[in-house]
């Protein structure tokens, strides 16, 4: 178990500086303001309608950095500071949000492999590793019985969540390339601006990657104290 918390000790401690960041670097490109005075919200609005989209309404949420696409009621949800604001920071999160809008009128493969997934690891992400832990104290990792099976089922649960993080991976990126190829193939935004919004949708990316290589490495660690522990 100390290895364990170890593991996460540093998968929290990376995750923690690579959020910190992200937030110091959407601060730095919030003072970036726009040439073309649109806001987040406007941005959005323009994305969608350049890109044929008629059905999907863009909205304000509360809170920061709690932006994201709603494929079940086809909603671009912009926090407050996003949905108003007229800065690289805004245009990047508002455009990258129209990205998944994107992918879901045009039937991005990725994106409709992890909305399959999104039902069934909302309900094992949760309890995986309990399952992995009660297999084990059950004699799992002696191959005992009905231990080692308990904690194999959990290791899939625990695998549902990584290939969840991992079909995540190519999701968000491709939304932040085709929020910028717009930005840019459009004159949204002036170089400089551009430049500010491709960094601050990079590191947003990385958040997803420290997941996603957080999530591997969990289900490894487990998976040596079940598979590992047998003759």
Request: glycine fraction near 10%; include cysteine; charge should be positive.
């Amino acid at each position: 178990m100390i290895g364990y918390y170890i593991l996460i000790g540093a998968i929290a401690l990376v995750s923690w500086l690579v959020s910190r960041k992200l937030k110091s670097k959407f601060k730095f490109y919030s003072n970036v303001h726009l040439e073309n005075g649109m806001s987040g919200a406007e941005i959005a609005e323009k994305m969608l309608a350049d890109h044929g989209i008629r059905d999907v309404k863009v909205v304000s949420t509360p809170g920061k950095l709690t932006d994201h696409y709603n494929p079940k009621d086809k909603t671009v949800n912009l926090s407050e500071s996003v949905y108003n604001q007229r800065n690289a920071s805004s245009a990047a999160v508002a455009a990258h949000e129209c990205g998944h809008a994107v992918q879901h009128a045009q039937a991005y493969e990725w994106l409709g492999l992890r909305s399959q997934l999104v039902p069934v690891v909302s309900v094992t992400s949760g309890m995986s590793m309990w399952v992995v832990f009660g297999g084990l104290v059950l004699g799992g990792a002696a191959g005992i019985g009905l231990g080692y099976w308990v904690a194999v089922a959990g290791l899939v649960m625990m695998g549902m969540a990584t290939l969840f993080s991992f079909v995540t991976l190519p999701v968000e990126y491709d939304a932040s390339n085709r929020a910028l190829a717009w930005l840019k193939n459009k004159n949204i935004v002036t170089p400089k601006e551009y430049a500010g919004s491709e960094d601050a949708l990079k590191w947003a990316a990385r958040t997803y990657l420290v997941a996603a290589i957080g999530s591997l490495a969990t289900l490894v660690y487990w998976g040596l104290q079940v598979f590992g522990g047998r003759d």
